[in-house]
């Protein structure tokens, strides 16, 4: 059982920045695919970015240019580095785990892929 803990979030205005931390325990941290999904009130859960086994990083077009992610597997830890924030970036942020095998990068746009969250970090821009 992995168990994960996002910190980092809060209130930024527009154009600022945050750093999400997720750290994982309870597992072996490399064997699993890390992604950041997202909710904002009212609507769905919604994929930001993962980073897979090997490395290979997938951004989805609304924050592509501006958020990055990073891992650590050493420490268990991944990162998502969020710059040029928008009003509309506001959601709880949430950490997962993905024990998932599949050669194709896309499988992991569905957080139905994933087996493990966190609780969630808040982040608010205002505008």
């Known amino acids: 059982q992995v168990q994960l803990v996002e910190s980092g979030g809060g209130l930024v205005q527009t154009g600022g920045s945050l750093r999400l931390s997720c750290a994982a325990s309870?597992?072996?941290?490399?064997?699993?695919?890390m992604g950041w999904f997202r909710q904002a009130p009212g609507k769905e859960r919604e994929f930001v970015t993962f980073?897979?086994?090997?490395?290979?990083?997938v951004y989805s077009e609304s924050v592509k240019g501006r958020f990055a992610i990073s891992r650590d597997n050493a420490k268990n830890t991944v990162w998502l580095q969020m710059n040029s924030l928008k009003p509309e970036d506001t959601a709880v942020y949430y950490c997962?785990?993905?024990?998932?095998?599949?050669?194709?990068?896309?499988?992991?746009?569905?957080?139905?892929?994933?087996?493990?969250w966190g609780q969630g970090t808040q982040v608010t821009v205002s505008s």
């Open positions: 997962a785990a993905s024990r998932y095998l599949s050669a194709h990068l896309s499988a992991y746009i569905d957080y139905g892929k994933y087996d493990y």
């Open positions: 309870g597992g072996t941290f490399s064997n699993y695919v």
């Open positions: 980073v897979n086994r090997s490395g290979s990083l």
